[in-house]
């Protein structure tokens, strides 16, 4: 069976810019939760949906958005694009809403704001 | 806002020594979960516990939950190299209507051949 799949794997983009990140769950679940990464720090909670609702949201800005299709897979876009948004940007997939048992994340997109 | 605290913060073991990580926080969790991460990649999950006391083995790891849900432990026994590697402890809410996940900054280990 296929796992979580993120594209892209990298990303370099100017300060201002737009960017749209991209995940598939594992099949059959039907939650994806979005993680920030930066480096040396754990993983900061951003969002999840849950059967395409949104479930909970984290202490990021506005311009962080993200939706979930009939298919379950998921976007997670960001505006205004500032330098502080570099990131290891995590997609994690469950069965259920509640994290109790854990996710299972993709490799994440590696994106660079210059 | 619940915070979970991890030490130590870097670690550099010689191969077939023990260790032990911890994982602290003043909150109370539905579940406390160990993963590990190598560079590049996302977190792989090793365990999940949920019962205050409990103690589970995955071959050479050793995980406990403390008795209060507040607090858990990882120990290695005689490392290996491909141990090396970023350790995250990460809490589940006890609360209802809450779904995130809270995550430790990680322990750093680096097993030495």
């Known amino acids: 069976d296929a796992g979580v799949t993120q594209s892209p794997t990298h990303l370099i983009k100017t300060r201002g810019q737009h960017v749209t990140l991209r995940c598939s769950p594992i099949s059959g679940h039907k939650s994806v939760s979005w993680y920030q990464q930066v480096l040396g720090q754990g993983p900061q909670f951003i969002f999840q949906?849950?059967?395409?609702?949104?479930?909970g949201r984290g202490n990021f800005p506005d311009r962080f958005s993200a939706r979930q299709f009939p298919n379950y897979s998921s976007e997670l876009n960001v505006n205004a694009l500032l330098l502080g948004d570099s990131a290891l940007y995590l997609c994690?997939?469950?069965?259920?809403?509640?994290?109790?048992?854990?996710?299972?994340f993709g490799s994440g997109t590696r994106l660079t704001v210059v | 806002t619940q915070l979970l605290e991890q030490s130590p913060q870097f670690l550099s073991i010689q191969e077939g020594e023990n260790l032990t990580v911890y994982c602290n926080s003043s909150s109370v969790f539905s579940s406390l979960q160990w993963y590990r991460q190598e560079p590049g990649e996302g977190p792989v999950l090793l365990v999940t516990v949920v019962t205050g006391g409990e103690v589970k083995k995955l071959k050479r790891l050793t995980f406990q939950f403390g008795d209060a849900r507040k607090d858990s432990s990882l120990h290695i026994t005689a490392a290996q190299t491909g141990d090396t590697g970023l350790y995250l402890c990460?809490?589940?809410?006890?609360?209802?209507?809450?779904?995130?996940?809270?995550f430790g900054k990680g322990t750093k280990l680096s097993v030495i051949p």
């Open positions: 949906y849950y059967e395409k609702e949104e479930r």
């Open positions: 990460a809490g589940a809410p006890q609360m209802a209507g809450s779904y995130q996940l809270t």
């Open positions: 994690a997939s469950s069965p259920e809403a509640k994290p109790n048992y854990g996710y299972t």
